[in-house]
C-alpha cells in the first residue's frame, strides 16, 4: 500500500539495483551502464573487464528487470526510466557529467536522459539502437524496416504466451545472451517496455536534437537496426559517429571490444 501511495500516486521515481564494479579512488571518469530490454546489468560485466582500473563503472538493472522492482501497473517507457535511473544517480552520490553506455531498450533511455539532464551526460555510447521512423509514411510497394519491425513487435506484444514460448527456446540453446530472461514472472515488464519505449518511441527525433559526441556501434548481422536510419543520423548531425562491427544484435563477441574500445575513446576525450 505505501509503495503504491508513495510510487503511483505521488509519483516519487523508484531506486533501482546497481553496482559499482569498479571504484577507483581517483577516477578519471564515471561511465553508467544501461542495459536493454530482458536484460540485466550483468550484460555489462566482459566489457567492464577490459577497462583500464581508472574509471569507475556503474551498473543499472532497469525497473522492471533484474532486482529492481517490478511494479505491475507502471508503463516502462523511457521517461519513467529515466527518472529512475536519475533518482539512483543521486542515491549513489555520483558526480556529472559521466558517460553513459546504453544498449537497445537501454540506449534510449541514454538518449532520454541526455535530452532531460544535459548536463549530468559527458558523451553517449549507444550499441544496437533500434531508431525507427514514425512519421515517415511513403508509400512504397515494399514497407520500410522500421515498420516491419512494429508490426512483428505488436504480434509479440498481444500474443504473450507464444512469445514466451519461443523464448525459452531460444534461451535455452544460448541463442540469445546469458544474461537474458524473460519469465511468466517478468513477461508482463517486457511487453510493457516493448509497446511504452520501442513502439511508440521518439527516439529517433530527439537524438537529433542533442549535441554531444556520440558513438553509435551496429552489429552487421543485426535485425533489429535500421541501418537506414543511422546513416540519416550521421548525414543529419556531426557530433553522431558509427562504428559497424561483424556482431548481432546483443552485447556478445566483437560487440564487447568494440564497446570497450569507445569507452576507453570517451574517457580520453577521442570519441
Known amino acids: 500500500m505505501f509503495d503504491t501511495i508513495t510510487h503511483r500516486w505521488l509519483r516519487v521515481p523508484y531506486t533501482l539495483n546497481a553496482r559499482v564494479i569498479k571504484s577507483a579512488r ?43 522492482p517490478h511494479p505491475s501497473w507502471e508503463v516502462y517507457g523511457v521517461k519513467t526510466q529515466a527518472r529512475s535511473v536519475l533518482a539512483t544517480f543521486f ?58 519491425l512494429r508490426n512483428i513487435y505488436k504480434t509479440a506484444s498481444n500474443h504473450p504466451e507464444q512469445f514466451l514460448q519461443v523464448a525459452s527456446v531460444a534461451m535455452r540453446y544460448k541463442l540469445i545472451n546469458n544474461v537474458f530472461s524473460v519469465t511468466k514472472d517478468t513477461i508482463d515488464s517486457y511487453m510493457s517496455a516493448l509497446e511504452a519505449a520501442i513502439i511508440n518511441q521518439t527516439s529517433f527525433d530527439d537524438v537529433k536534437k542533442l549535441k554531444l559526441p556520440i558513438q553509435i556501434i551496429r552489429g552487421t548481422l543485426d535485425p533489429i537496426v535500421v541501418v537506414r536510419n543511422i546513416d540519416e543520423l550521421t548525414k543529419a548531425r556531426e557530433n553522431i559517429r558509427v562504428s559497424a562491427v561483424l556482431s548481432g544484435h546483443e552485447v556478445k563477441g566483437r560487440m564487447i571490444k568494440a564497446t570497450a574500445e569507445a569507452v576507453q575513446q570517451a574517457v580520453h576525450g577521442t570519441l
Open 91 to 148: 542515491a549513489l552520490r555520483l558526480r556529472g557529467p559521466v558517460i553513459i553506455v546504453g544498449h537497445s531498450l537501454g540506449a534510449l533511455v541514454a538518449v532520454e536522459i541526455a535530452r532531460r539532464y544535459p548536463l549530468l551526460v559527458r558523451s553517449l555510447i549507444l550499441c544496437s539502437p533500434p531508431f525507427y521512423n514514425l512519421h515517415d509514411d511513403e508509400k512504397k510497394f515494399l514497407p520500410r524496416g522500421d515498420i516491419v
Open 26 to 68: 581517483k577516477p578519471v571518469a564515471t561511465v553508467l551502464f544501461i542495459h536493454g530490454i530482458g536484460n540485466s546489468g550483468s550484460v555489462w560485466d566482459e566489457v567492464i573487464k577490459h577497462l583500464s582500473p581508472d574509471i569507475r563503472a556503474v551498473t543499472i538493472d532497469l525497473l522492471g528487470f533484474g532486482q529492481s
